[in-house]
């Protein structure tokens, strides 16, 4: 759950400009220029793999951390974001990685202009951790000037953004360039073992998924004098269906990509739900909701039930059930098996936000991509679904959802422009409102 000051004068650019010229900033943001040296080098393991860091907050921290971690040949050598303060906050908390952070007060990019400052400098990785709204232009960015991408999670927040990743990760994929996901479970040993395990028939025939999320409340920055509209909402991107997608979408993916995993990555035939708004009744929790639940029903009969909350003073619980003909499976948090044979995972513990960064250098330099651009798309897509369907209080099939028109996105990217939501006279915004919200 991740970012952020351009100045509020910067002049125009339309959307299409913005979008060509792929120099989106907003909240940290940017991508990278053309290797420079043949990965044929990279599998030697003898060269430096330089790092630009997009998007300098709490996610953006901790992953350079991570990509720091995990190779022994790597310098973080330019970092990208909408607002300087956020920028140096981050620099300051990698300090205790003393040499590997080599950022030149040239290469410490803010600014709608940062983007392309990025991309024009010499990195190798991008790490792509701004809000969600921006990912999908950053990394068709990316992976058109030739970068390896690690891309933090939801991938976007509407379809046009969905069918963008999965076009740029088929592009990527031709490319030989590695694209791996946030989607950290995937790579936590104790979780791969458990889906193993499902995915071999322990439990029999999946018939029920029960994908769990409720949590407390989260964070938030106060208005300040000289902020406009615009910079004020992305300070709170969160809070804004445009930016984060919906907190559905922007932290309860990790819960349905697990879901999506057990299903073999093939979507729902259709979904239905309810959620709604009843403690975030201030204007300052922007427009999104407080609680999801929604039903995904699959072709082969299978149901997954998924539910997410994010209210204080609650019962909270994270965790995956998985039931089947044969048994039923505790993925997260007990890795535990029921069923003709019992079983609990008792192997080794990784940290996941490592290994995924140590799996993405290791393929690099050995010249064998990953790519997990399809299931990253297609677990967004999930999310956006479930968020379509309490928003307007419609069944819809997956074929309605990813081919919807509705573009979550400013007319004009510009800090003194209107942001796509606006707030009332009494400083409220506009809430989705089931039955009377349309699908688009």
């Not at 040499?99 to 940062?114: C, I, N």
């Not at 000289?226 to 907190?247: A, C, H, K, P, V």
């Not at 028109?405 to 606006?422: M, N, S, V």
Request: net charge positive; proline share 5%; aromatic share 8%.
């Amino acid at each position: 759950m991740p970012a952020q000051r351009v100045s509020d004068s910067a002049a125009a650019t339309s959307r299409r400009s913005f979008l060509k010229a792929t120099s989106v900033l907003a909240a940290g943001a940017a991508v990278a220029s053309p290797l420079v040296f043949s990965r044929s080098a990279h599998a030697a393991g003898s060269d430096l793999l330089k790092i630009g860091l997009i998007g300098c907050g709490g996610r953006g921290t901790g992953a350079a951390g991570n990509a720091l971690r995990a190779d022994k040949n790597c310098k973080l050598v330019a970092m990208a974001d909408a607002f300087p303060d956020r920028l140096e906050g981050c620099l300051h908390a990698l300090k205790g990685f003393g040499g590997k952070v080599a950022v030149d007060p040239d290469h410490r990019f803010v600014g709608l202009e940062a983007g392309q400052k990025l991309i024009d400098s010499d990195v190798d990785v991008v790490l792509l951790c701004e809000p969600p709204h921006f990912r999908p232009i950053h990394l068709k960015a990316a992976i058109n000037a030739g970068k390896h991408v690690f891309a933090e999670k939801p991938v976007a927040v509407d379809a046009p953004g969905v069918r963008s990743v999965l076009a740029i990760a088929e592009e990527a994929k031709k490319k030989r360039l590695n694209l791996v996901a946030g989607l950290c479970w995937r790579y936590d040993p104790a979780v791969c073992e458990t889906m193993k395990r499902i995915l071999d028939g322990a439990i029999g025939d999946l018939r029920t998924i029960q994908e769990t999320y409720l949590t407390g409340t989260l964070w938030h920055r106060d208005r300040q004098p000289d902020w406009s509209e615009m910079t004020y909402q992305i300070r709170n991107w969160y809070y804004y269906t445009w930016l984060s997608g919906d907190f559905n979408t922007e932290q309860h993916v990790h819960s349905l990509d697990k879901a999506a995993w057990a299903m073999h990555d093939q979507p729902p035939v259709r979904a239905w739900g309810m959620g709604g708004r009843q403690v975030r009744s201030e204007a300052k929790w922007g427009n999104i909701f407080d609680h999801h639940a929604v039903v995904y029903e699959y072709a082969n009969g299978t149901h997954v039930y998924s539910y997410c909350r994010q209210m204080a003073g609650c019962y909270q619980n994270v965790s995956d059930l998985m039931v089947g003909t044969k048994g039923e499976a505790i993925v997260t948090p007990h890795h535990t098996i029921k069923g003709a044979t019992n079983w609990r995972y008792k192997g080794h513990d990784a940290n996941m936000y490592d290994v995924e960064h140590q799996r993405l250098f290791a393929a690099i330099r050995a010249g064998k991509p990953i790519n997990n651009g399809d299931y990253l798309a297609k677990s967004t897509m999930l999310a956006i679904l479930g968020r379509m369907v309490d928003y307007t209080g419609q069944e819809l099939t997956w074929q309605q959802a990813i081919n919807s028109q509705e573009r979550l996105a400013p007319a004009t990217y510009r800090f003194d422009a209107e942001p796509p939501i606006k707030p009332g006279p009494d400083g409220r915004y506009p809430i989705a409102v089931p039955g009377v919200t349309k699908f688009v």
